[in-house]
Antibody, heavy 120, light 109 residues
Framework: QVQLVESGGGVVQPGRSLRLSCAAS????????MHWVRQAPGKGLECVAV????????YYGDFVTGRFTISRDNSKNTLYLHMDSLRAEDTAVYYC?????????????WGRGTLVTVSS | EIVLTQSPATLSLSPGERATLSCRAS??????LAWYQQKPGQAPRLLIY???NRATGIPARFSGSGSGTDFTLTISSLEPEDFAVYYC???????????FGQGTKLEIK
């Protein structure tokens, strides 16, 4: 079954860290660019980060400002997002997404998301 | 940064009617535009890519058109399951990131 399953979300205090994971199955994970996309409650979609199929290139949304790190382990079919210095405005559902097309920019397979709540 | 503006914010129609959703870019994005559908409590789903190509498994009642700065998503005859929020997305060549429009909510009249 082709799917992405996120984990690691929860409630965290401002300034703390959190690591999200995404387990991929049913497709050749190591041949796709992968993304994290987030959606604040009741809001629209926002690109968090993208990583090339082999991990050679990584790009981040402007708001990340060095606080987040995307990584992947192709031997484990797993994508990660390490988030430091979390802020209240980082509260959102974080989706793991597969990319296709040029620069992997079209998002053709989405996980169900994991909710991150930053609150004291 | 390229800004995408979707209109209308809310569209109220009845099943069987034709829906026309608009997405305007602040500068040309060529044909590098996609459309997504999101239902409550679900992740988005890719409908259209490169402005006019339907993604795998998307019904033929969904079509996309446009290039440059003005794009349209058309649903020829609305089915009950089509009532949802629709987002457009553009990709830039460099850096390889992307932005989304603010969404159009398609609701049952």
């Amino acid at each position: 079954q082709v799917q992405l399953v996120e984990s690691g979300g929860g409630v965290v205090q401002p300034g703390r860290s959190l690591r999200l994971s995404c387990a991929a199955s049913g497709f050749f994970f190591g041949t796709y660019g992968m993304h994290w996309v987030r959606q604040a409650p009741g809001k629209g979609l926002e690109c968090v980060a993208v990583i090339w199929y082999d991990g050679s290139n990584k790009y981040y949304g402007d708001f990340v400002t060095g606080r987040f790190t995307i990584s992947r382990d192709n031997s484990k079919n797993t994508l990660y997002l390490h988030m430091d210095s979390l802020r209240a405005e980082d509260t959102a559902v974080y989706y793991c997404v597969r990319g296709t097309g040029h620069n992997y920019a079209y998002l053709d397979l989405w996980g169900r998301g994991t909710l991150v709540t930053v609150s004291s | 940064e390229i800004v995408l503006t979707q209109s209308p914010a809310t569209l109220s129609l009845s099943p069987g009617e034709r829906a026309t959703l608009s997405c305007r870019a602040s500068q040309s994005v060529s044909s590098y535009l996609a459309w997504y559908q999101q239902k409550p409590g679900q992740a988005p789903r890719l409908l259209i890519y490169d402005a006019s190509n339907r993604a795998t498994g998307i019904p033929a009642r969904f079509s996309g058109s446009g290039s440059g700065t003005d794009f349209t998503l058309t649903i020829s005859s609305l089915e009950p399951e089509d009532f949802a929020v629709y987002y457009c997305q553009q990709r830039s060549n460099w850096p390889p990131l992307y932005t989304f429009g603010q969404g159009t909510k398609l609701e049952i009249k």
